[in-house]
């Protein structure tokens, strides 16, 4: 198996990008983000404890994301391996997955980073905001998860590229472009 993640700031086109990857190389998308929009949806207790977090632009507590992500490998497993959508964040939490995947007898084999500069980014997400009427898309909002991104997350490019396992890539341009480009990877990584 072939496990993946993939990069990059808030509206950096993660998710778009790793939908496209999984249908073609046969691989689970494991979106954390896609997960707590579903249980936010249906109305669950986990659903209104990540609503609050996320509301306020902040990262949901690495216990309950670790649970959350096993409980999803062990259900939606698939040949080609997993694409890991917005997961890990943090220093801690890759190290957390490392583990995770150690336990089931797996690795993380590539980390693809899509780069889009701020200022894309806020522009993208309050369009999707209006699109899809989403109220965690504010200006305020999207600037202070950029913040804790840059903060908390920019480190992860040193760790993983000390397992030689990094990549980047550029996330500006049209989707079929990107695609391409982490096709190119992702195939080279392959062998």
Do not use: W
Request: aromatic content about 6%.
């Amino acid at each position: 198996m072939f496990n993946l993640i993939l990069f990059g700031p808030p509206g950096s086109g993660k998710g778009t990008q790793a939908s496209r990857i999984a249908e073609k190389y046969n691989m689970a998308h494991i979106s954390t983000g896609e997960i707590f929009r579903r249980e936010i949806k249906n109305g669950t207790e986990l659903g209104q404890r990540v609503k609050n977090i996320i509301e306020k632009g902040d990262l949901v507590p690495d216990i309950l994301l670790i649970d959350i992500l096993r409980s999803a490998l062990e259900i939606d497993a698939k040949p080609g391996g997993v694409i890991f959508d917005g997961f890990p964040r943090t220093l801690p939490q890759a190290a957390d997955l490392d583990i995770l995947m150690i336990d089931l007898k797996q690795k993380v084999n590539l980390v693809l980073a899509l780069e889009v500069n701020e200022e894309e980014v806020v522009k993208r997400l309050l369009i999707r905001a209006q699109q899809e009427g989403r109220k965690d898309d504010t200006e305020e909002v999207i600037r202070n998860r950029m913040a804790v991104y840059h903060k908390q997350t920019s480190p992860l490019i040193q760790y993983y590229e000390k397992q030689g396992k990094y990549k980047s890539i550029r996330g500006m341009g049209t989707i079929d472009e990107i695609f391409n480009g982490i096709c190119q990877v992702i195939d080279k990584a392959r062998g």
